[in-house]
């Protein structure tokens, strides 16, 4: 869920229109979402920008104003003057990359699919045809990726029934999960999904139905800016020059986390949008802050003060048992540490202190500093290794070096590259 906090070093970016009505017969009506509203449907495009609808109407990410679907898909209104889209879900099939990351909107007993905003040859179409034994008439449809569901698949609802269409097979599985409310709408967001009823919402799971956590939720105090209802204080999307991290890391999945004060932020996900959260939703231990975070066969390491705290990379993270330990008996070191970095399939922490760089044997019991290096930069406070190399970040800057050994033996800096606003979601 979206969270809003009062202290944070970046906050998320929303995508948000402000096109003004030029139908004045619907000027009038225009919906107001903070008000209580059931959705029609919600999807996002391939570009992460995500749209709530409403009748004719729709809103282009999480703030901002309502404004005419037809402004943005204008077929619908075209072929069909229903005024409302009864689903909508963005496809995941990377087996088929025609379909893949299209929006596909569901009227009566047609399906139309969009890309860039634009319907696609020989589209509307028969349900029917494109989604064998789906039904027509739906309230509400969601994509569910392989790992999340046991294969490529789409939810699709209907009243209490629950059809789940296998898109490599296109088998449907009919269900009935009667402990959750009736969706009128469906998201998947952040590898989780939501039921929409009413003004609310449901985490659920998209293999049981299984409801996970306490619900319902309000949806205005975590999917919209509405006054009133916010959970928590709200926060300004700082300045690219004024963001510092004090962490980043990436583990073995490609989940990519960046750490700063209490919160933290995934920059891996930016077809849902970058958004950023308390450290304590994920990783309730160290929810005041980290000073290093390196990711190690599929463990996530974070060191705060003496003491390391090991979690298991999968979600939900589980803390490993016995932890934290103190960073002497862990990886035979005294703190404070200012960064640490693990290069893939390798086992080897490279842990920087002050101006120095220390390489640690992850393999060897006990664990002692193995190497030493005096580094040509000062004030590095977060680094990571990636398949183009290493960057270690310096205030709202970075230096990127081929490898960890490069970065050793340097003994002229690299250019400074400036954090930029598609990295960290911040503002020019």
């Not at 097979?169 to 009413?198: D, I």
């Not at 803390?319 to 200012?338: A, R, T």
Request: hydrophobic residues 35%; aromatic residues 12%.
């Amino acid at each position: 869920t979206v969270q809003r906090n009062a202290v944070t070093k970046w906050h998320l970016t929303r995508n948000h229109g402000e096109a003004h009505l030029t139908d004045e017969a619907h000027h009038e009506a225009k919906p107001d979402r903070c008000a209580g509203i059931e959705f029609d449907a919600i999807a996002p495009d391939e570009k992460g920008n995500t749209f709530f609808f409403k009748g004719d109407h729709l809103w282009n990410g999480f703030r901002g104003p309502a404004q005419l679907t037809k402004e943005f898909f204008k077929e619908l209104n075209d072929h069909h003057h229903l005024g409302h889209v009864d689903a909508a879900f963005r496809m995941h099939n990377k087996e088929k990359p025609q379909d893949h990351d299209h929006i596909y909107f569901f009227l009566d007993d047609k399906v139309f699919s969009y890309y860039n905003h634009t319907l696609e040859e020989g589209y509307p179409k028969d349900i029917q045809l494109d989604f064998p034994g789906v039904p027509s008439h739906l309230d509400a449809a969601v994509e569910c990726p392989s790992g999340e569901c046991t294969s490529d698949s789409v939810l699709f609802f209907k009243g209490d029934e629950v059809y789940n269409y296998d898109l490599a097979t296109q088998a449907v599985k009919k269900r009935q999960w009667a402990h959750l409310p009736n969706c009128t709408s469906a998201f998947r967001w952040l590898e989780h999904h939501y039921c929409f009823h009413g003004h609310n919402f449901t985490r659920f799971n998209p293999v049981s139905g299984a409801v996970e956590g306490t619900y319902p939720k309000d949806a205005r105090r975590y999917f919209m800016k509405c006054a009133n209802f916010s959970h928590g204080s709200d926060v300004q999307v700082p300045k690219c020059s004024e963001v510092t991290l004090d962490a980043i890391t990436s583990d073995d999945s490609g989940k990519t986390y960046a750490f700063a004060g209490h919160i933290y932020m995934r920059l891996d996900t930016h077809r849902d949008g970058k958004h950023a959260f308390p450290i304590g939703r994920a990783w309730k231990e160290v929810a005041n802050g980290v000073d290093a975070v390196f990711s190690y066969s599929d463990k996530i390491y974070f060191i705060k003060g003496n003491q390391v705290y090991i979690y298991k990379s999968a979600a939900p993270s589980t803390l490993i048992e016995g932890y934290p330990k103190s960073l002497k008996d862990e990886l035979g070191i005294e703190g404070p540490v200012n960064a640490a970095f693990v290069c893939a399939d390798h086992h080897i922490v490279h842990v920087i202190q002050g101006q120095k760089m220390r390489d640690i044997d992850l393999s060897a019991t006990p664990r002692m500093v193995g190497s030493e290096f005096p580094l040509p930069l000062s004030g590095i406070e977060a680094g990571m290794c990636g398949p183009d190399g290493v960057k270690v970040f310096v205030g709202s800057n970075y230096y990127h070096y081929e490898s960890p050994m490069i970065l050793a033996l340097s003994k002229l800096n690299p250019i400074p590259i400036k954090i930029t606003p598609d990295i960290f979601g911040c503002v020019d």
